[in-house]
């Protein structure tokens, strides 16, 4: 099993910058696809950005340009950063790991962009 643990989330003026972190309770190495995803209020839970092992990544064209996921396999930990946030931004980011076909979910963290 792979437990993930979310945080970096807050509250922040639009145009300003966060960065999230998802920490796992084992080795990332061997975990070929993670990403970051996000559910608004009264919204379905989309994808925001993926990052392969060999570190391809993709991203939602919303957040293309702004939003940069990366991982640290030495540290077990997934990241993402995020620059230029707007208002429709805000959501509970989560953190999934897909690993010997499971699907893993952090608890997620909330991130909120206001003025």
């Known amino acids: 099993q792979v437990q993930l643990v979310e945080s970096g989330g807050g509250l922040v003026q639009p145009g300003g910058s966060l960065r999230l972190s998802c920490a796992a309770s084992?080795?990332?190495?061997?975990?070929?696809?993670m990403g970051w995803y996000r559910q608004a209020p009264g919204k379905q839970r989309e994808s925001v950005a993926g990052i392969l092992r060999g570190g391809v990544t993709n991203y939602a064209d919303s957040v293309k340009g702004r939003f940069t996921i990366s991982r640290d396999n030495a540290k077990n930990t997934m990241y993402l950063q995020m620059n230029s946030l707007k208002s429709e931004d805000t959501a509970v980011y989560y953190c999934n790991a897909l690993w010997a076909g499971v699907d893993y979910w952090g608890q997620g963290t909330q991130v909120t962009v206001s003025s």
């Open positions: 084992r080795s990332i190495f061997s975990i070929r696809s």
